[in-house]
Structure formats: structure tokens, C-alpha cells
């Protein structure tokens, strides 16, 4: 049985294709910045001039804290909500929000997240409608394809239903690494999943558009060793320049900032090497 066996209905279902808009952020291993690349790429985006929506389906909310948001008496329902919503069969757990009650509009809009999304998978097993196209329903349900350039999802630490829903939203997929043989075999697995999709013959596998090194210090001999022993797994032209473990990372983090809202010069190649990671992703869309 296939890793993705335990997510699938028994109908036959004719294979689907999406436009090259949906992109998401994955790897399996936490740590590696996934969620800060995700942001600033969505920003890298929205200056170019494109309609982005980022949604986060971590249930850590760590995208949503870094757009300012926080579930609470005002504002409890985020993106768990809506996709239970978006399931018939689960009449009984829906709410009374719609996407616009949901969105927190910006520069970039967002689709939050929240701690329920953790009890997600469990929530859905009885259904019969296939669980992992629950994400994509509610792209297609409520025209957010037609309404966005680009959605930009940040997937959470796993290889769950989540991620699996994340994926057969996606027609590309970025995976964020630290140099190190943790990461080598997370790539590993990643390429499973994608292979897996692709027998399931319901959606089309998204396509990796780009490695990214993340974090690297160059300091450390065994990383760029790593480095080597990845890129030639995954093939050179793959793999990104790599994001240095810089200062100005973290101190926009902590600020809840992308590096675009900086103009000091130190924040120069880091708006330039998340510009490159926006053109890669806007030249792959007009393939």
C-alpha cells in the first residue's frame, strides 16, 4: 500500500491539472525557515505587482503570527474552518464565516490558521469525499484561483493529510533545506509523496520549481560537504544560491516584517535573492 492509500476514496476520478499559481513551501523537517522563505516570498511577489494570497496550514499559525494575526473572541475562525465548511458531509461541524469573513487583507492577503488544524486529519477520516482535495475544493469552491495571481501556501512540519492536501492544491512545490543528512533524507521521503500522488492519478504531482538552501554557515566545513552531497541528488541547477544565516533575517522576523519594509543596505541581498526566487516562480507561470 501506498503512503498516500490511507487518504484515498475507492472512486475512480479523472486526473486534474491546475494553473501554475498554486505554490507550496514544504519540508517535512521543522527548523529550516520555511515559513520566513514562504512570507518573503509572497512579498517578493506582491512587488512585482501581483495579487497574492498566502495561506498558512500550520497549525504552529507561525505565518499568521508573522502577518500580525492571532485567532481570538473577535476573530476565532481561520482556514481549519473553512475547509470543514467546504465538506457536505461535515454539515454538522460548520460555521458561520465565509472566505471574506476569514481573509485579513493586505499587501498580501492570508487564509490563517489556527490550533484546531491539528486535530484536522482526525476530523475528516469518515468522510467520503477525498480527503485530500479538500484544500483544493475550497480554492476552486470560492474562485481564488480566478482572484489571485499567485497563492503561496506554507505547509507544516509533516507528511500528513495536510501536507498531502497542500500538495494536490499545488501545481509547484519550493523546498526550503538546512545543509545537513537530516535533510538529505527528507528530501527522500518528499520525492515519495510526490511519487505517490502522481499513481493516485486524481491530481497531477506539483513540480519542484527550487531547492533553497537556508541557514548555511559557511563556517562550518561538514555543511558545505552536505551542500555537495544534496545538490547532486537533486541536480545543481535545482538548488538555489544559498540564504546565509544572516542577522537581518532574524531581526525581521522578530519584527513581523518582510525584508522590503527595511532600506537599509544590509537588507540589499536579501530582497535580491528572494526577487530571484519571485522571478523563478513568475517565469514558471507563463510556461
Not at 48 to 56: P, Q
Not at 192 to 219: C, F, Q, S, T, Y
Request: with cysteine; hydrophobic share 45%; charged share 25%.
Amino acid at each position: 500500500m501506498g503512503f498516500l492509500d490511507r487518504f484515498s476514496n475507492k472512486e475512480d476520478q479523472n486526473a486534474q491539472t491546475l494553473d501554475n499559481k498554486v505554490v507550496a513551501f514544504i519540508n517535512q523537517k521543522g527548523g529550516v525557515g520555511k515559513t520566513t522563505m514562504a512570507f518573503n516570498c509572497a512579498h517578493a511577489l506582491a512587488k512585482r505587482g501581483k495579487r497574492v494570497l498566502a495561506i498558512d496550514l500550520d497549525p504552529q499559525a507561525n505565518l499568521s503570527l508573522l502577518f500580525g494575526f492571532e485567532t481570538s473572541e473577535q476573530h476565532p475562525y481561520h482556514i481549519h474552518h473553512l475547509m470543514l465548511n467546504s465538506v457536505r458531509e461535515l454539515k454538522a461541524l460548520h460555521v458561520p464565516a465565509m472566505v471574506q469573513d476569514v481573509m485579513v487583507k493586505g499587501e498580501v492577503d492570508l487564509l490563517p490558521s489556527g490550533q484546531e488544524l491539528s486535530g484536522f486529519e482526525l476530523t475528516v477520516a469518515g468522510v467520503n469525499f477525498p480527503r485530500q482535495l479538500i484544500l483544493k475544493k475550497l480554492l476552486e469552491k470560492n474562485g481564488l484561483l480566478e482572484r489571485y495571481d499567485f497563492i503561496v501556501i506554507d505547509c507544516p512540519p509533516t507528511l500528513g493529510l495536510l501536507v498531502v492536501n497542500g500538495l494536490c492544491a499545488s501545481a509547484g512545490v519550493i523546498v526550503p533545506f538546512r545543509p545537513d543528512e537530516f535533510s538529505r533524507k527528507g528530501l527522500s521521503h518528499l520525492n515519495e509523496v510526490l511519487a505517490d500522488i502522481d499513481d493516485m492519478g486524481v491530481v497531477a504531482a506539483p513540480k519542484i520549481l527550487a531547492h533553497i538552501p537556508n541557514l548555511v554557515d559557511i563556517r562550518r566545513k561538514q555543511e558545505e560537504q552536505d551542500l555537495a552531497l544534496i545538490a547532486a541528488d537533486v541536480g545543481a541547477k535545482n538548488v538555489m544560491d544559498p540564504f546565509f544565516n544572516r542577522a537581518q533575517l532574524v531581526k525581521s522576523q522578530a519584527a513581523r516584517k518582510s525584508v522590503y519594509d527595511f532600506q537599509a543596505k544590509e537588507f540589499l541581498g536579501l530582497q535580491k535573492q528572494f526577487n530571484d526566487m519571485a522571478e523563478l516562480i513568475d517565469n514558471w507561470n507563463v510556461q
